[in-house]
Protein backbone atom coordinates (compact mmCIF):
# COMPACT_ATOMS: atom_id res chain seq x y z
CA UNK A 1 0.00 0.00 0.00
CA UNK A 2 3.00 2.08 0.30
CA UNK A 3 2.92 2.09 -3.60
CA UNK A 4 0.05 3.82 -3.36
CA UNK A 5 0.84 7.45 -2.10
CA UNK A 6 4.41 7.44 -4.02
CA UNK A 7 2.55 6.90 -7.38
CA UNK A 8 -0.06 9.93 -6.34
CA UNK A 9 3.15 12.47 -6.80
CA UNK A 10 3.79 10.61 -10.21
CA UNK A 11 3.94 12.81 -13.26
CA UNK A 12 0.69 12.74 -14.89
CA UNK A 13 2.10 12.75 -18.40
CA UNK A 14 3.41 9.21 -17.53
CA UNK A 15 -0.24 7.95 -16.70
CA UNK A 16 0.58 4.39 -18.45
CA UNK A 17 3.21 3.58 -16.15
CA UNK A 18 1.90 4.59 -13.01
CA UNK A 19 -1.47 2.58 -14.07
CA UNK A 20 0.65 -0.47 -14.91
CA UNK A 21 2.39 0.19 -11.59
CA UNK A 22 -1.32 0.14 -9.99
CA UNK A 23 -2.18 -3.05 -11.87
CA UNK A 24 1.08 -4.98 -11.10
CA UNK A 25 1.03 -4.25 -7.51
CA UNK A 26 -2.66 -5.29 -7.15
CA UNK A 27 -2.38 -8.33 -9.56
CA UNK A 28 0.57 -9.24 -6.60
CA UNK A 29 -1.61 -8.93 -4.08
CA UNK A 30 -4.42 -10.63 -5.80
CA UNK A 31 -1.86 -13.91 -6.31
CA UNK A 32 -0.79 -13.82 -3.06
CA UNK A 33 -4.51 -14.49 -1.28
CA UNK A 34 -4.90 -16.70 -4.27
CA UNK A 35 -2.33 -19.10 -3.93
CA UNK A 36 -2.53 -19.52 0.12
CA UNK A 37 -6.00 -21.02 -1.05
CA UNK A 38 -4.52 -23.45 -2.66
CA UNK A 39 -4.09 -27.05 -1.98
CA UNK A 40 -2.33 -28.22 -4.90
CA UNK A 41 1.29 -27.89 -4.61
CA UNK A 42 2.59 -27.65 -7.95
CA UNK A 43 -0.13 -25.12 -9.27
CA UNK A 44 0.62 -22.88 -5.83
CA UNK A 45 4.34 -23.03 -7.05
CA UNK A 46 3.28 -21.99 -10.51
CA UNK A 47 1.27 -19.00 -9.18
CA UNK A 48 4.25 -18.39 -7.07
CA UNK A 49 6.51 -18.26 -9.63
CA UNK A 50 4.38 -15.75 -11.44
CA UNK A 51 4.31 -13.27 -8.24
CA UNK A 52 8.32 -13.72 -8.37
CA UNK A 53 7.84 -12.73 -12.50
CA UNK A 54 5.64 -9.97 -11.11
CA UNK A 55 7.80 -8.44 -8.80
CA UNK A 56 10.43 -8.01 -11.28
CA UNK A 57 8.11 -6.05 -13.37
CA UNK A 58 7.26 -3.73 -10.31
CA UNK A 59 11.22 -3.40 -9.80
CA UNK A 60 11.62 -2.79 -13.70
CA UNK A 61 9.08 0.04 -13.46
CA UNK A 62 10.76 1.49 -11.02
CA UNK A 63 14.13 1.24 -12.71
CA UNK A 64 12.80 2.95 -15.52
CA UNK A 65 10.97 5.90 -12.96
CA UNK A 66 14.25 6.46 -12.10
CA UNK A 67 16.39 6.70 -15.08
CA UNK A 68 13.51 9.38 -16.65
CA UNK A 69 14.14 11.22 -13.24
CA UNK A 70 10.32 10.89 -12.43
CA UNK A 71 11.74 9.64 -9.20
CA UNK A 72 14.70 10.21 -6.86
CA UNK A 73 17.53 8.03 -6.60
CA UNK A 74 16.74 7.14 -2.84
CA UNK A 75 12.65 6.35 -3.58
CA UNK A 76 13.82 4.25 -6.32
CA UNK A 77 16.48 2.38 -3.22
CA UNK A 78 14.06 2.15 -1.01
CA UNK A 79 11.22 0.54 -2.99
CA UNK A 80 13.23 -1.72 -4.77
CA UNK A 81 14.79 -3.03 -1.10
CA UNK A 82 10.96 -3.39 -0.23
CA UNK A 83 10.55 -5.72 -2.96
CA UNK A 84 13.65 -7.10 -2.32
CA UNK A 85 12.05 -8.16 1.04
CA UNK A 86 9.13 -9.20 -0.54
CA UNK A 87 10.35 -11.79 -3.26
CA UNK A 88 12.89 -13.37 -0.56
CA UNK A 89 9.52 -13.97 1.29
CA UNK A 90 7.92 -15.56 -1.98
CA UNK A 91 10.76 -17.67 -2.25
CA UNK A 92 11.12 -18.85 0.84
CA UNK A 93 7.50 -19.30 0.49
CA UNK A 94 8.25 -21.68 -2.56
CA UNK A 95 10.74 -23.54 -0.49
CA UNK A 96 8.96 -24.30 2.55
CA UNK A 97 5.96 -25.61 0.42
Same mark, same amino acid.
Given at each position: MSLD *???? @?Y? %?K &?? $??KD? =???C *??E? +? &?L $???? @?Q??? /?? =?K???? %?K $?? *?? +? #? =? !??F? !? &?? #??KL?? /? #? &? %?QCLN?S?D +??? /?TK =?????I???
Amino acid at each position: MSLD *SFLD @NYP %KK &EL $IMKDN =MYKC *SYEI +L &EL $IYYA @NQLDD /IN =MKMDIQ %KK $IV *SK +L #S =M !LDFY !L &ER #SFKLHF /I #S &E %KQCLNKSND +LLV /ITK =MIYGWIKNG
